[in-house]
């Protein structure tokens, strides 16, 4: 709990401003998770309530991911202030536009009935496109700049932001595919064409939490950094093994759920094999560990 606590007094401005608006998204989702489950109302469809529920909940642990990660990066102040401050104002328009449709009983995205929506639709296009630069800025950095000292959480900032990339980036083709499907007259083949690649979307959208977080773990346990980078190699490993499959079948229509038996066995193991690093890396944490405050205000076990 102290570390948590650390990371938030000795975050930056940006990095503070970005986990309290997280938090706020999160609540948000959560909120509506909550509406949605006392009115009965349906989970499913382009007018559910379940889309403010999944943009509040994957923005704001998702913006607050980022945040954390990337405060690792040897970037200058100036440059992470733009490139995180876009990024959350970004993540803010986007969890706010899509709860107000679905208020409004309206789609939020490819619906272009009336000039407001349409406005909304294109708005929100417009938002995935600054997150996604923002994200090429910080994943550059990651791979050009020094980064964190230690080579195992220099690996999981670095394929997190990778894989974060793949995500957004699906994202993006969700939206083209969407969008020519509804200036085409058809709006449902939108919605069904954009939904295929969303198991993709999903999964590679956090990455960025999962491997920073195992990194961050291990420096709490006695293991030599060696033995550290080679638990996150694994890790990496696995998580790229469990993208391409699941990319794989949402490029060919295919359900993560429905595929043949060997690949639903190839992405089970990917999927097992990231959780055992994990509880290997909880198992290894040294219950005497003491954290001390570093100049760069990270919480390092000593």
């Not at 990371?7 to 998204?25: F, N, P, S």
């Not at 200058?76 to 899509?98: D, H, I, K, N, P």
């Not at 590679?204 to 977080?213: D, E, G, Q, T």
């Amino acid at each position: 709990m102290n570390a948590l606590t650390w990371i938030w007094q000795d975050g930056r401005r940006a990095e503070r401003v970005a986990y309290a608006v997280g938090a706020a998204l999160f609540l948000s989702g959560a909120g509506h998770a909550i509406v949605l489950i006392a009115t009965g109302g349906s989970w499913l469809g382009p007018l559910s309530m379940r889309k403010a529920v999944t943009f509040g909940l994957s923005f704001g642990l998702t913006l607050a991911s980022v945040a954390w990660a990337t405060s690792f990066l040897t970037l200058r102040l100036r440059w992470r202030t733009v490139l995180l401050g876009a990024f959350t104002a970004a993540s803010v328009v986007e969890v706010v536009l899509v709860s107000m449709q679905a208020w409004r009983g309206v789609p939020s995205h490819f619906n272009f009935e009336t000039a407001f929506d349409n406005v909304v639709s294109m708005t929100l296009a417009a938002g995935g496109g600054v997150i996604i630069l923002t994200v090429v800025g910080f994943t550059a950095a990651a791979l050009v700049e020094p980064g964190p000292d230690a080579p195992s959480l220099r690996l999981a900032v670095r394929a997190g932001l990778v894989v974060l990339l793949i995500a957004l980036a699906t994202g993006a083709v969700m939206i083209g595919r969407g969008v020519v499907a509804a200036r085409g007259g058809d709006p449902q083949l939108a919605y069904t064409t954009a939904g295929a690649l969303k198991p993709l979307h999903a999964v590679a959208m956090h990455a960025i939490l999962v491997l920073p977080a195992l990194a961050w773990v291990l420096r709490l346990t006695r293991w030599p950094e060696a033995h550290r980078t080679l638990v996150v190699k694994i890790a990496v490993a696995a998580d790229a093994v469990l993208t391409a499959v699941i990319g794989i079948e949402s490029f060919t229509d295919v359900s993560p759920f429905a595929a043949p038996a060997p690949v639903l066995a190839v992405s089970a193991l990917a999927a097992a094999v990231l959780a055992g690093t994990g509880l290997y890396a909880v198992s290894g944490i040294e219950p005497a560990i003491r954290f001390v405050r570093i100049p760069s205000g990270k919480a390092r076990g000593r």
